[in-house]
């Protein structure tokens, strides 16, 4: 049946009741049973009579305004407060049509808010929006429409009641953030269990809740209504200790600044670290109210600390690389601060470079062509094409994975001879640099680039303060995780190729696709320049890592001396070669290094010795406080060096 739309009587300033000719004009536009209008007006004219002044409905505690707490039914037994939870319909019509905003608490205490059949009665901007334009959009960047509308619906019921907004146009990022500090407020809230039920239950919410506001926030950046890119909502397992304000202040100075110098991934060392300490810290001392008050022996027990702590999932004992990262947090902590004269900070560093745990330098884990080939022939016959790519690219370039993962939608070309040739972003070195790339790979983003032009998504910021642009690895309007694109096509490949441990995990990492690659640049003649250029290292000395791997020199020597025909040397041969080695010595050294007398050359003789006539040094004497030159006085001969050796003076005896 179709109804004349209801105004949206809209009304500024203090809180107040709507009429009951104006609720029942709503409820007539929704329903024509006039059973229900009744009772409908019942409920409303109860809450007036009570709560004849709103102020005081918002002054009641939160169980009596929700109206009905965890366990109840108001079917067959009482409930907390009847004429609250009745009058939930006439609250939210206030709400829509903006006389009452709601706070939070009472907004998330509520399981289900049922208001798009009066906004739609109101003919509300935001109806639309919510079951027509933002749906849409989701299902272009690759969700589903049912769960883009369902998470537009949840969160912009909770937006409208809030702060009286009826246009998705008129949200804005100050209410999204409002919104998502109170879910992660509800966790503390003391009447979470009467609404939720038990803490795992509230998690369990707050998690769902994360997701559907994640996703409207992601589709109105992709609308171009929001600037910042919403950060993914992740499980948080690693909480700082309750410091001091002043200790928490200069801890979030500290990383403020970083942020605007390092990337991402140093950001999340240098927290980690920070964080780690400080617990120890406290923990250890917890007298502490200021960082001026750590010393050099805490840092240091941190340190010793450190070797005893094992990781939380696996149980191993930390890795060197963990904790020297760790400390290298520390150290930079307190240089900086004291560096840049912070108040709060001792005055000089704690820690040197010489205090972090040394890390022994490995030589490159390239992978033999026994394994190459059967991982690559399962690389291919991946599913996802994404994953496929991702790893044809790591095996046919050498970048890094973070750098596979931020390419640009346009960053294939070709040379001057038709020869692909890839554009890969500012990495770990902050350089950008192209290196061709080939056949095969060219093909897969070629398949990846027209899968991706029909999407409407924004372009997405870099990893370090890089210009935004379309990425390559970008699916639900997102670039896809390091996990996704390597780790689990990995295990899949090297369980098709054979190539598991003990433990069921893979024997080959992504990195090691670089290795292989610097290293069969090497070992077939590139140029030092060229295996630089196209691994992306900042000095020479990290290539020639890969340079001394397939040393042409080293194999030379190593088999003249130990191969089959190798001439012998050493001190041992000197010793055969001597004349005047004792019988023993020489059988003995004979017997070590001639083993296979017909595969030996032989020995040289050895040269005869020239005797060397040796001429005294004369005796010298330093004379201080007189000018003229004066013999010295003779000494006894114990005073004398061995063997009759005149001692050496600064003047000439006569």
Same mark, same amino acid.
């Given at each position: 049946m179709n109804r004349p739309p209801l105004a949206r009587a809209a009304v500024t300033g203090h809180w107040q009741h709507a009429t009951a000719e104006e609720f029942a004009a709503l409820i007539t536009a929704v329903t024509d049973d006039r059973s229900y209008l009744r009772v409908k007006l019942q409920h409303r004219q109860a809450f007036v009579d009570r709560y004849c002044d709103l102020e005081e409905w918002f002054a009641q505690p939160l169980t009596h305004r929700v109206g009905r707490v965890l366990g109840e039914d108001p079917r067959h037994s009482p409930i907390t407060d009847p004429i609250s939870y009745n009058a939930r319909q006439y609250l939210s019509f206030l709400g829509l049509t903006g006389r009452v905003a709601f706070d939070w608490d009472w907004l998330l205490a509520i399981p289900a808010l049922n208001i798009w059949v009066h906004a739609r009665a109101l003919q509300l901007p935001a109806v639309s929006d919510a079951y027509a334009t933002l749906p849409q959009l989701g299902e272009q960047l690759g969700y589903r429409a049912q769960t883009a509308r369902r998470a537009a619906q949840w969160a912009l019921s909770r937006i409208m009641l809030h702060s009286g907004t009826v246009a998705i146009e008129a949200v804005t990022l100050t209410e999204l953030q409002g919104l998502s500090e109170a879910i992660d407020r509800l966790g503390e809230h003391p009447d979470r269990a009467s609404f939720h039920g038990s803490d795992t239950q509230v998690t369990r919410r707050q998690v769902n809740w994360r997701s559907q506001l994640f996703l409207l926030q992601l589709l109105l950046f992709h609308t171009g209504q929001i600037p910042e890119l919403p950060k993914e909502p992740l499980p948080k397992t690693a909480v700082w200790p309750v410091m001091s304000v002043a200790m928490t202040s200069t801890a979030d100075r500290y990383l403020s600044a970083r942020r605007q110098l390092d990337r991402p991934a140093t950001i999340q060392n240098i927290e980690a670290g920070l964080r780690r300490f400080t617990t120890w810290l406290l923990d250890t001392r917890p007298e502490v109210q200021s960082f001026t008050e750590v010393t050099r022996v805490d840092c240091q027990g941190?340190?010793?600390?450190?070797?005893?702590?094992?990781?939380? /999932?696996?149980?191993?004992?930390?890795? #060197?690389?963990?904790?020297?990262?760790?400390?290298?947090? %520390?150290?930079?902590?307190?240089?900086?601060?004291?560096?840049?004269?912070?108040?709060?900070?001792? !005055?000089?560093?704690?820690?040197?470079?010489?205090?972090?745990?040394?890390?022994?330098?490995? %030589?490159?884990?390239? #992978?033999?062509?026994?394994?190459? %080939?059967?991982?690559?022939?399962?690389?291919?016959?991946?599913?996802?094409?994404?994953?496929?790519?991702?790893?044809? #690219?790591?095996?046919?370039?050498?970048? =890094?994975?973070?750098?596979?993962?931020?390419?640009?939608?346009?960053? @294939?070309?070709?040379?001057?001879?038709?020869?692909?040739?890839?554009? #890969?972003?500012?990495?770990?070195?902050?350089?950008?640099?192209t290196v061709p790339i080939s056949e095969e790979a060219a093909a897969a983003i070629r398949d990846i680039q027209a899968l991706r032009s029909g999407q409407p998504d924004r372009p997405l910021p870099g990893s370090h303060q890089q210009r935004a642009s379309r990425r390559l690895f970008a699916r639900k309007a997102r670039v896809l995780s390091l996990t996704y694109l390597f780790d689990e096509p990995l295990h899949i490949a090297c369980g098709a190729a054979g190539l598991l441990d003990h433990a069921g995990k893979p024997t080959v990492s992504a990195h090691r696709f670089r290795h292989t690659d610097g290293t069969q640049l090497a070992e077939r003649g590139a140029r030092l320049h060229t295996i630089m250029n196209i691994l992306g290292h900042a000095s020479v000395s990290m290539t020639l890592v890969y340079a001394q791997i397939s040393d042409a020199a080293v194999i030379a020597d190593y088999q003249s001396v130990l191969g089959p025909d190798a001439t012998i040397a050493g001190p041992s041969a000197s010793a055969v070669r001597l004349p005047r080695a004792t019988t023993r010595v020489r059988g003995l050294a004979e017997g070590q @290094?001639?083993?296979?007398?017909? =595969?030996?050359?032989?020995?040289?003789?050895?040269?005869?010795? /020239?005797? %060397? =006539?040796?001429?005294?040094?004369? !005796?010298?004497?330093?004379?201080?406080?007189?000018?003229?030159? =004066?013999?010295?006085?003779?000494?006894?001969?114990?005073?004398?060096?061995?063997?009759?050796?005149?001692?050496?003076?600064?003047? @000439?005896?006569?």
């Open positions: 941190f340190g010793a600390w450190l070797v005893t702590c094992r990781h939380r /999932r696996t149980g191993a004992p930390l890795a #060197i690389t963990t904790r020297r990262a760790d400390l290298q947090a %520390v150290l930079g902590f307190f240089r900086d601060g004291s560096a840049w004269e912070w108040p709060d900070m001792p !005055v000089r560093p704690l820690l040197i470079a010489g205090d972090l745990p040394k890390i022994p330098r490995a %030589v490159p884990r390239f #992978i033999p062509d026994a394994e190459l %080939v059967p991982l690559m022939d399962a690389i291919r016959d991946l599913a996802c094409p994404y994953q496929r790519t991702a790893l044809l #690219i790591a095996r046919w370039c050498g970048a =890094r994975r973070g750098e596979i993962r931020m390419l640009d939608l346009d960053c @294939l070309d070709a040379y001057a001879d038709g020869t692909p040739r890839l554009r #890969i972003p500012a990495g770990k070195t902050f350089t950008e640099r @290094l001639l083993p296979n007398r017909t =595969r030996t050359r032989a020995l040289p003789s050895a040269p005869r010795r /020239r005797s %060397v =006539r040796v001429r005294p040094v004369p !005796v010298v004497r330093q004379v201080r406080h007189h000018h003229q030159l =004066r013999p010295a006085p003779a000494r006894p001969a114990r005073h004398r060096t061995r063997a009759g050796w005149p001692s050496l003076r600064t003047r @000439l005896d006569p």
